[in-house]
Antibody, heavy 123, light 107 residues
């Protein structure tokens, strides 16, 4: 069965860095785009970043552009989120999510989600 | 960025009620609109994609409609497991955005 397991979260001071990983199994990882979506405590969903199935295109929300970097290793069925210059407002549960859409910019959606990993940015 | 608005922000309904949630985009997005359900403490699950296509395994009481800027999610007969928060999400361009959510609770 499809599984997405995130790890790498924790408590980090403002201005520091953290790398999240999401290990996928149960499907052909290289056939799917992958994304990170976050949810601050008690708040709604915010898309953070996405990478195409082959890693050729990467997209970021304005709130993280220049600070976060998404990458993937298809040989390891893993997607990463390198987070830098962290701010208090980056505190959230970070989900990785699978995207079955493989052609064109429009039409992407998230058909499977991991359980999420908590990132707390605090001094 | 394309902004998404949802109404109402919350609603109370009874079992068996027909419920409709509205999502409005700040500019036309064709039919690039998806709906998710989130039960507290759980990750979201996909209900509807491309405005009206039911995701596999989702009960047929859920339906979606609309195009352009105005969209709806309808639950034809509310069941106990449907009490949750519902989010719309547009995928018209590279910057994906969600609506603020609609919480459905028990009257």
């Amino acid at each position: 069965q499809v599984q997405l397991v995130e790890f790498g979260g924790g408590v980090v001071q403002p201005g520091r860095s953290l790398r999240l990983s999401c290990a996928a199994s149960g499907f052909t990882f290289s056939d799917y785009g992958m994304h990170w979506v976050r949810q601050a405590p008690g708040k709604g969903l915010e898309w953070v970043a996405g990478v195409w199935y082959d890693g050729s295109e990467k997209y970021y929300a304005d709130s993280v552009k220049g600070r976060f970097a998404i990458s993937r290793d298809n040989s390891k069925s893993t997607v990463y989120l390198q987070m830098g210059s962290l701010r208090v407002e980056d505190t959230a549960l970070y989900y990785c999510a699978r995207d079955p859409h493989t052609s064109g910019v429009s039409g992407r959606f998230f058909d499977f989600w991991g359980q999420g990993v908590l990132v707390t940015v605090s001094s | 960025d394309i902004q998404m608005a949802q109404s109402p922000s919350s609603l109370s309904a009874s079992l068996g009620d027909r419920v409709t949630i509205t999502c409005r985009a700040s500019q036309p997005i064709n039919s690039y609109l998806n709906w998710y359900q989130q039960i507290p403490g759980k990750p979201p699950t996909l209900l509807i994609y491309a405005a009206s296509r039911l995701q596999g395994g989702v009960p047929s009481r859920f339906s979606g409609g609309g195009s352009g800027t105005d969209f709806t999610l309808t639950i034809s007969s509310l069941q106990p497991e449907d009490f949750a928060t519902y989010y719309c999400q547009q995928s018209y361009n590279t910057l994906l955005t969600f609506g603020p959510g609609t919480k459905v609770d028990i009257k």
